[in-house]
């Protein structure tokens, strides 16, 4: 079963920067979803819906929400099984759990997430 696992999360100031890693175990045939799937990142805060802020396909395009566009990058590594983004300029409402999961999101790769808190 392929696990995607969250990493890089914590608390930074209003104003700070923060890389969050997804890492892809490789299934029995030795493929990872970052070799065949467009990516994205997700985010859930408190009392709201997890949505989708940034995107990238298999050929590198990106796409961002109009919230986090100019402040987040997000980039993939095929090799290594990552993918990252880093982010800038966090704001307090930036505060969430973020999550990777392919685009369309797939139920079976939704993991634990990272906690994000942006706070003084």
């Known amino acids: 079963q392929v696990q995607l696992v969250e990493s890089g999360g914590g608390l930074v100031h209003p104003g700070g920067s923060q890389r969050l890693s997804c890492a892809a175990s490789?299934?029995?045939?030795?493929?990872?979803?970052?070799?065949?799937?467009?990516l994205g990142w997700y985010r859930q805060a408190p009392g709201n819906q997890r949505e989708l802020v940034a995107a990238i396909s298999l050929d590198g395009s990106t796409n961002y929400t109009d919230h986090v566009k100019g402040r987040f990058t997000i980039s993939r590594d095929n090799a290594k099984t990552m993918v990252y983004r880093q982010r800038n300029n966090l704001k307090p409402d930036d505060t969430a759990v973020y999550y990777c999961n392919t685009v369309p999101d797939d139920d079976r790769y939704w993991g634990q997430g990272t906690q994000v808190t942006v706070s003084s």
């Open positions: 490789r299934n029995i045939f030795g493929i990872t979803v970052f070799s065949i799937k467009d």
